[in-house]
Each structure stands twice: as C-alpha cells, then as structure tokens.
C-alpha cells in the first residue's frame, strides 16, 4: 500500500497571480479606492492591478507591520494564510484575496469570520499561477495547479455572497 508522507513536503510559496486572474474580477474593485497589494512577489501582480486602471500601492515591507491604502486586493502566501487572514480582520479593510477554495471550511477561519459576512467570487476555471525562482523570474514550467481557489471578500458589497464568474 502506497503512503504519503507530508513531512517531505517543502513548502514554496512563489507562486505569482496570472493578469487574467485579476482581470476576472476587475469589475468587483472599486476604482475609487486605493489597493494595497501586500503581497506582490515579483511585482507584476502590481502592475496589472495598474495596468486596468487602479491605484496601486506597493511596497516591500513587512504586511504585519505596516498599513497602506483603502482595501487590500493580493494573493497571499498560502503557507502564511492563518497569519495573514488574522491580520486582514484586525486591519478592518475591505478585502480580495485569493485563496484555496478549502480554506473555507478550516477551523480557524470558520472561527474568525462566523459572524461576519464573507463573500465569494468564484473563477470560471482554475487558475493556475506562475511558479517563480527566488530571483522573481517565471521558471518554465508544465506542472499546472492541483486545487482550485476562489476570491475570498469582506466589507466589498458584492450584488450577491456568492458570485459565480462567466
């Protein structure tokens, strides 16, 4: 019988946010709000959130310790969700994150957000993100994303709390 060990796991989180990735949602940001883009690896996520006509602020400092902008649109490292989604309800700003749709039912974001009002976007298809070496240059690649993720939202005022993209 097979066995699968996850102390062999590494983990890696440079996994950068494809610019079809934001455009899906780009009608669900507010243009008249500034984005933090806390977590904009190699800066292209920055730069595409620019590129479609947001304001943009990006910085590399530690998102722990600072807080910049209106509402916070990133995709975070996933090794470090726990961490950032605390941090995201103590900051009290409106949020898009991209997130592994199993985060969901987790104990502890059950717990930090059973009574507030999260909504969800969820993409048409998986996205399948860009793995980068430590340098932020895209390594060629043929592997593709195994699970899928959704939009995580809080205080965006969605027309609905379950938006399902076309």
């Not at 990006?58 to 490292?77: A, R």
């Not at 502890?108 to 070496?133: A, S, V």
Request: hydrophobic share 35%; net charge neutral; proline share 5%.
């Amino acid at each position: 019988m097979a066995s699968f060990h996850t102390k062999t796991f590494t983990v890696h989180d440079n996994y950068m946010t494809p610019k079809h990735a934001w455009e899906a949602v780009q009608n669900f940001i507010p243009k008249d709000k500034v984005i933090w883009e806390s977590f904009a690896g190699n800066g292209n996520s920055s730069k595409f959130l620019t590129e479609l006509g947001f304001d943009v602020i990006c910085k590399e400092e530690d998102f722990f310790n600072v807080d910049y902008g209106d509402i916070i649109v990133t995709n975070p490292p996933f090794s470090k969700k726990k961490e950032v989604f605390t941090r995201l309800k103590q900051l009290d700003k409106p949020f898009v994150i991209i997130c592994p749709c199993s985060m969901i039912t987790s104990q502890y974001f059950r717990n930090l957000f059973k009574d507030e009002k999260i909504q969800i976007i969820i993409p048409r298809k998986r996205i399948h993100f860009l793995k980068t070496d430590d340098d932020g240059n895209i390594i060629p690649t043929e592997n593709k994303c195994n699970f899928d993720c959704f939009y995580y939202c809080w205080k965006m005022n969605l027309p609905k709390d379950i938006v399902w993209l076309e």
